[in-house]
């Protein structure tokens, strides 16, 4: 039997038009700048160019086959060309797409999927490419080559990412379909269970042989990658304002302290830094078998 989609999930909206935005030779940097409510998804979908995603305000979620990213402003995503990625806004979004010919460097690092903190130059910078961007109206000829001020604009975009800092805290998609669903449960909703007992019930696997399973495919434990979708979560409130005591309570944690030990020891920084607006940390890399499509 098939069952209906609820009503409440609204279906996957397309890109708008990356071949509208298409960089190429002679401007090999583009933007746009796209509102989204939340609640929007982006379906699924790729291009032979690179990417950085993220917003100037609300939340979004960024999903590629390698990883998912909760994606607060000063957090961007940088996915190189030929991924296929797909995007959830979870609180409304002004959402800037940054497309590049070509990456920044040819270091190995720009060749996968990452986080990277988002300057107020760098912000600013994408911000005005996008409103200058010929296209943004509407499909529009360009230019043989970058005016003056947009090549300026270009090449300080790109020595801003040369510079920018990553936040390196990605886990390993699971191939395993139980750890799999064990995985998109937890992102779903992490607080419902602590232990991997619970969590392992109804997976046709023991608690045993899930453990192994992170181990072996996420290089990692069961307990320190729900202490990163935690964090994604703490991520989200944080933006909302939520003071940190109230965070840790909603995540269950025993004490604010408790709390600031974990984002301390899983970030190396304390949670007031972290979490501060336009402050060090505003971006969670997670791993995830399955999440709503850009």
């Known amino acids: 039997m098939v ?24 401007w090999p940097v583009r933007a746009k700048l796209r509102v989204l409510r939340a609640s929007s998804r982006v379906e699924s979908h790729r291009h032979d160019w690179a990417q950085v995603s993220f917003s100037l305000t609300g939340v979004s979620r960024v999903v590629t086959g390698q990883m998912t990213c909760i994606v607060p402003p000063t957090r961007a995503v940088w996915i190189p060309p030929r991924i296929e990625h797909s995007v959830a806004v979870l609180r409304d979004a002004e959402m800037l797409t940054l497309y590049l010919h070509r990456p920044p460097g040819d270091e190995p690092h720009w060749q996968r999927c990452r986080v990277v903190e988002v300057s107020r130059l760098l912000a600013e910078l994408v911000r005005q490419t996008a409103q200058d961007d010929p296209a943004q109206a509407g499909p529009a000829a360009l230019p043989a080559t970058l005016p003056p001020r947009a090549r300026a604009m270009a090449d300080l975009i790109v020595d801003e990412l040369l510079r920018a800092r ?4 990605g886990i390993a998609l699971p191939q395993d379909k139980r750890l799999r669903a064990l995985c998109q449960a937890l992102l779903d909703e992490p607080t419902r269970h602590e232990r991997l007992e619970d ?7 023991s608690p045993r042989t899930i453990a192994r399973l992170f181990r072996e495919e996420l290089g990692t434990s069961f307990q320190q990658w729900r202490q990163q979708v935690l964090l994604a979560r703490a991520l989200v409130l944080a933006t909302e304002g939520r003071p940190m005591g109230v965070i840790a309570a909603e995540l269950g944690y025993a004490s604010p302290s408790a709390f600031s030990a974990m984002v301390t020891r899983t970030v190396g920084m304390a949670p007031g830094r972290f979490f501060a607006p336009g402050g060090a940390a505003a971006g969670v890399g997670l791993s995830a078998a399955a999440s709503p499509p850009r």
Not at 166 to 169: E, K, Q, Y
């Open 3 to 26: 069952t209906a989609a609820s009503p409440s999930v609204p279906p996957p909206i397309p890109p708008l038009d990356p071949q509208r935005f298409a960089p190429r030779a002679g």
């Open 166 to 169: 990553p936040l390196p805290l």
């Open 199 to 205: 969590w392992a019930t109804g997976t046709g696997a």
